[in-house]
């Protein structure tokens, strides 16, 4: 059964930092690339970075470039992202998705 298991999320100020991960089981984690997704309230589902199987391979989206960085680690089955320079636009529930599927996610609060 593949699991899925986020944590780090929280209340942050605007300009903070948090540091997500992602505990991963129930497939071999290391052949998969890994995305984080987020949602804020009322808004539809939207990717903001992916990794490769390798980590020799990132995406983010525009609206996160430069502030977030994920990464994994494939020792431990575990993915990662890292929220700098935080905005109250971060605002949202994060989740970890594999295949489609998704855990139950980490809330990620930026308020001031």
């Known amino acids: 059964e593949v699991q899925l298991v986020e944590s780090g999320g929280g209340l942050v100020q605007p300009g903070g930092s948090l540091n997500l991960s992602c505990a991963a089981s129930?497939?071999?984690?290391?052949?998969?690339?890994m995305t984080w997704v987020r949602q804020a309230p009322g808004k539809a589902l939207e990717v903001v970075a992916s990794i490769n199987e390798g980590a020799n391979g990132r995406w983010y989206a525009e609206s996160v470039a430069g502030r977030f960085f994920i990464e994994r680690d494939n020792a431990k089955n575990t993915l990662y992202l890292q929220l700098n320079s935080l905005k109250t636009d971060d605002t949202g529930m994060y989740y970890c998705?594999?295949?489609?599927?998704r855990g139950q996610g980490t809330q990620v609060t930026v308020s001031s």
């Open positions: 129930g497939f071999k984690f290391s052949n998969y690339a």
């Open positions: 998705q594999y295949n489609g599927q």
